[in-house]
T-cell receptor, first 116, second 112 residues
Framework: AQKVTQAQTEISVVEKEDVTLDCVYETRDTTYYLFWYKQPPSGELVFLIRRNSFDEQNEISGRYSWNFQKSTSSFNFTITASQVVDSAVYFCALSEGPGGSYIPTFGRGTSLIVHP | NAGVTQTPKFQVLKTGQSMTLQCAQDMNHEYMSWYRQDPGMGLRLIHYSVGAGITDQGEVPNGYNVSRSTTEDFPLRLLSAAPSQTSVYFC???????????FGPGTRLLVL
């Protein structure tokens, strides 16, 4: 069973639409970390956010926002007023311990295509 | 700082050949890892290291070897290349496993 599930394989939107990328994780540990990374068409992997399990406060950074809900084991990512430059593959990752030794596990990614 | 560097950027091998993918970081990170990225499969962990002299297997270790003789370098060796190893390989590092991962630019490998 996947520890990090990104059920949306591909999402296609038109510019200026809002879009939410889902991430559901599975862990038995109380201490863990969640991440989002972006992989634009150029191929590099870029860090977006890190959140620890003790901080459920939602975060907003410009057009990006993250909704962390422990009750549903979800860490969803919303892009407001999407732009063509947001087109990329987005990965959610979990770092759990101590059984998982904090070794990061990545989801399979969601490909976001923003059309002009 | 150069961050995480990988060489080569692109390589073509014939089945059965061996080669080493190089990875180096200049951030004094303890944790380093190798992933392969295949369409629809996300990033799968091959091997990782929590410090010099310490390595361990990830999700898909078969056909690959690693060693970590220094903090800076973490080479990945393909012992006898197979077409199934055609993939994009990423090296990553972080101060600790639970910290933000810094990725190299990737190596695109084609095995014929």
């Amino acid at each position: 069973a996947q520890k990090v599930t990104q059920a949306q394989t591909e999402i296609s939107v038109v510019e200026k639409e809002d879009v939410t990328l889902d991430c559901v994780y599975e862990t038995r540990d109380t201490t863990y970390y969640l991440f989002w990374y972006k992989q634009p068409p150029s191929g590099e992997l870029v860090f977006l956010i890190r959140r620890n399990s003790f901080d459920e406060q939602n975060e907003i950074s410009g057009r990006y926002s993250w909704n962390f809900q422990k009750s549903t084991s979800s860490f969803n990512f919303t892009i407001t007023a999407s732009q063509v430059v947001d087109s990329a593959v987005y990965f959610c990752a979990l770092s759990e311990g101590p059984g998982g030794s904090y070794i990061p596990t990545f989801g399979r990614g969601t490909s976001l295509i923003v059309h002009p | 700082n150069a961050g995480v560097t990988q060489t080569p950027k692109f390589q073509v091998l014939k089945t059965g050949q061996s080669m080493t993918l190089q990875c180096a970081q200049d951030m004094n990170h303890e944790y380093m890892s190798w992933y392969r990225q295949d369409p629809g499969m996300g990033l799968r962990l091959i091997h990782y290291s929590v410090g010099a002299g310490i390595t361990d297997q990830g999700e898909v270790p078969n056909g690959y070897n690693v060693s970590r003789s220094t903090t800076e370098d973490f080479p990945l060796r393909l012992l006898s290349a197979a077409p199934s190893q055609t993939s994009v390989y990423f090296c990553a590092s972080s101060y600790l496993e639970r910290e933000t991962q810094y990725f190299g630019p990737g190596t695109r490998l084609l095995v014929l």
